[in-house]
């Protein structure tokens, strides 16, 4: 079996012994399928063979093989296309999580038998003590027949992830002993698989470990460059680096691949924008050519920065250099040079000036898909597109003809779109097409021929229900599947959601869940409409459970951390807003939610920072009952969330109104709390001088009303009483005494400024602190005169 392995991957190799492998390599599948062993697997549910487990194993790889070439690499002629043993049964056995096989999918009777034979083994194998290098060939294999069963349901399933997932698990255990270069393979596939399963987080950790065990580096630096004809200035561009490749001493492409013939980039075409950057140096236009693992590798960093990240113009910017290493490469495997086109043209379908390069980019890949094997002069035979493809990103024959529909519908091509979307059985896009046509009856009538003429579906019944807002399509599709669809509870739900009956919504969205759980759209939509009807129980298990899947995007936490707090579980609101925040760091209302739950779950160092961070990214930032809050804390030794003192906060908390202050230096009342936290009577007068600069310069009325003036003389009262007492306790220092002189001087000047403008409006509230702030002013006047006799 390593001989397969090797084989798939460097086609170069000698030709394995046996009629099985000299078949499997010149693409004769027809043989195995039609083979007694195949026809027993397939037909009896309950198998019972004489076939050896290696036979087994090898009747699964064949007819997976078989199934990658009619559904996802071709060549496939007409007899390929058809499907006598895809009855209802085969595609019901091949369900997961209610959801159903894409309906373009061909022969799902191939990958029936991977599915039932790769089942009887892995059972097989726990139960026995195999060796290593067994254990690694069927894991490998049975987890390269899970992405491609997922890559034909159209909405990822719970079941197959998991199953996955734990795969992985006992893949990894045998790889202590492999090679080093299929040990980077199979990392690299690993990482792919988790990136066909969205799972950001597991596939950043991968993504390490693939790095870590190759020891290539991959990143993109910035070199002087133009991008068009006419650009006189050169202007930073990016361009990919990588680090060491030597190291993994691998053979070249050419001696790997050197006699594959591959799709190429299409002529740009443009009167303006030049065919790809032209940088300065003219050391960094020449293409580097790299060795095919690394080719996939570089692929592999591709897709997963595509996936991860917000499809933005710096993306896309970011992912650009990765995409053009690829496309000019001399040799290489085919689906990665099939893969890196499609996702080229995919981006340059948004651009005004690369959507016709797209769209005839697509064309071409469609055509190469479905030439007939017969067309030699044309036609790439199966074992050139087959070796090293499941390192490589899989791309079904269907989605391309969907994605060049959607770049017809683009340029405004929507009645050539219609006539594809309507060959895929794309019914959502046939839906959307007819009513930009304003059509939208013809998408229902449509619908009804097909269930009239090949029987109803599941599927078929819920896009009617999509056309015609009748909910008992939707009905229909439910017992139709014996009331074990998703797909059927979902569109009964967002029907209702649509339409903002959230009760009715959570109803069916929940049941949806129940049964797929890995349904990230329609746990948000869950999520949404339990906090609309203040549910908050349904809310947090709608957005715990899409977190637990993808703990990237602050705004699902953003809403878990609000259920928290409506079901009083502040605590756990704290610790969910820390993981928002690692999502998006730069968005103040979460920090600001953040702020406002460490207060109550006094965390106040927390806090601190918080408030330190919201003060960089809204200017003028102040919430006063949150820094009172903290301040009294601090001032009087209160216990934190861990038992600790606050007083230990209190040159943290110093720092962070400096810079509060430097922001707002008219509000007093900011002066006032920092001068709460100040040590010494002379720094306190100092921050409570600048105090009541603030407040009088702020509001130049303010003696005209009650409040504001009885909060000015009551702060004069007090600067007026610490600048007293600290120049009587120090000025026998005579190393403090000129300051200490000078704060009473400047004390007494604002309680006579303040007597002035005060005393003119009598108002009864001010009436004693004023006689208190008089006395205090003569006392000061006093002190100072004897202070100049001596």
């Known amino acids: ?207 390490s470990k693939l790095e870590s065990s190759s020891n290539v580096a991959l990143s993109v630096e910035g070199a002087l460059g133009v991008r068009t004809k006419f650009q006189q200035n050169p202007l930073p561009q990016l361009i990919l680096r990588l680090q060491g490749v030597d190291d993994l001493e691998l053979p070249d492409a050419c001696e790997t691949h050197g006699n594959f013939k591959l799709p190429s980039i299409l002529k740009l075409e443009d009167e303006v924008r030049l065919e790809k950057v032209k940088f300065l140096n003219e050391q960094e236009n020449e293409d580097l050519q790299l060795p095919a693992l690394v080719q996939n590798m570089v692929l592999g960093k591709l897709y997963f920065l595509y996936v991860s990240q917000p499809k933005e113009q710096l993306t896309l910017e970011e ?27 995919t981006i340059e379908a948004t651009h005004k000036r690369t959507v016709d390069r797209s769209l005839r980019q697509i064309e071409e890949l469609i055509q190469q898909f479905a030439t007939a094997p017969s067309d030699e002069s044309a036609s790439i035979p199966i074992e050139h597109r087959l070796p090293m493809v499941f390192s490589s990103w899989l791309i079904s024959y269907w989605q391309m003809k969907e994605k060049l529909a959607d770049v017809m519908v683009s340029l405004g091509m929507v009645k050539g779109a219609l006539d594809i979307y309507q060959a895929v059985q794309s019914w959502e896009n046939v839906i959307d097409c007819y009513t930009v046509l304003e059509m939208r009856h013809l998408a229902a009538a449509v619908i009804r021929e097909l269930i009239e003429r090949n029987g109803p579906t599941v599927r078929l019944y819920c896009m009617l229900g999509d056309a015609t807002d009748d909910v008992d399509c939707y009905q229909q599709a439910w ?46 939509r869950l999520g949404y409409s339990a906090l609309q009807l203040e549910r908050w129980e349904e809310a947090a298990y709608a957005y715990r459970l899409y977190t637990s899947f993808e703990s990237h995007g602050f705004e699902p936490w953003n809403n878990l951390a609000k259920a928290y707090i409506m ?48 003060l960089e990214l809204k200017d003028r930032y102040y919430d006063k009952q949150v820094l009172e809050i903290i301040v009294r804390a601090i001032v009087l030794g ?97 190393e403090r005494f000129v300051a200490l002189r000078s704060q009473l001087s400047s004390a007494r000047l604002t309680g006579q400024a303040c007597l002035r403008s005060a005393s003119s409006e009598a108002w009864p509230l001010c009436v004693e602190p004023l006689g208190v702030l008089q006395t205090l002013v003569d006392n000061i006047t006093t002190e100072l005169k004897q202070a100049m006799g001596q």
């Open 567 to 614: 079901l009083g579980e502040k605590p756990r609101a704290h610790k969910v807003l820390q993981e928002a925040l690692k999502c998006n760091f730069s968005n103040w209302k979460v920090w600001e939610n953040y702020l406002l739950v460490c207060i109550d779950t006094r965390n106040f160092a927390d806090a601190l920072n918080a408030y330190e961070r919201l």
């Open 638 to 734: 209160e216990s934190d969330a861990d038992g600790t003192s606050c007083s230990r906060l209190k040159k943290k908390a110093i720092s962070m109104l400096g810079h509060a202050c430097a922001q707002q230096p008219n509000n007093g009342y900011l002066y006032e709390l920092a001068a709460e936290l100040e040590d010494t009577d002379l720094l306190r007068c100092q921050k409570l001088q600048n105090a009541y600069r603030g407040y009088t310069q702020s509001n130049s009325q303010w003696a005209k009303v009650s409040e504001s003036c009885s909060t000015v003389v009551n702060l004069c009262v007090e600067l007026c009483e610490r600048s007293l007492k600290a120049f009587v306790d120090g000025k026998k220092e005579e």
């Open 479 to 524: 017992n139709l599947s014996k009331e074990t669809s998703a797909s059927a509870q979902r569109h009964w739900g967002n029907y209702y959601f649509a339409r903002k009956d959230y009760t009715s919504a959570i109803e069916h969205l929940r049941r949806s869940i129940e049964i797929n759980c890995l349904q990230e759209r329609t746990l948000l």
């Open 1 to 207: 079996m390593d001989s397969l392995l090797q084989t798939l991957r460097h086609p170069k190799a000698p030709e394995p012994s046996g009629r099985f492998y000299a078949h499997l390599l010149k693409a004769e599948l027809n043989a195995l399928l039609d083979s007694d062993i195949f026809t027993e697997v397939l037909v009896i549910e309950e198998f019972h063979t004489t076939a050896s487990n290696e036979e087994l194993l090898h009747l699964a790889i064949g007819s997976l093989i078989a199934f990658l070439q009619f559904n996802f690499l071709g060549p496939r002629d007409k007899t390929q296309q058809s499907d006598p043993t895809s009855l209802e049964n085969t595609r019901a056995q091949l369900k997961s999580d209610g959801e159903e096989l894409n309906v373009n999918v061909v022969r799902a009777d191939c990958l029936l038998v991977c599915k039932k034979i790769f089942e009887r083994l892995i059972n097989h194998d726990a139960e026995s003590n195999a060796s290593a290098g067994s254990q690694l060939c069927l894991r490998l294999w049975y987890q390269r027949y899970l992405l491609v069963h997922q890559r034909c349901i159209d909405d990822l399933t719970h079941e197959l992830y998991e199953r996955f997932n734990g795969n992985v698990a006992a893949l990894e255990a045998t790889l202590t002993d492999a090679d080093r270069s299929l040990k980077v393979e199979i990392c690299l596939e690993i990482l792919l698989g988790y990136i066909q399963f969205k799972r950001i987080t597991k596939s950043e950790q991968w993504l």
């Open 319 to 345: 992912i650009q250099p990765y995409i053009t290493s690829l496309v000019y490469q001399r040799f290489g495997p085919w689906e990665t040079r099939v893969a890196a086109l499609f996702l080229n043209a």
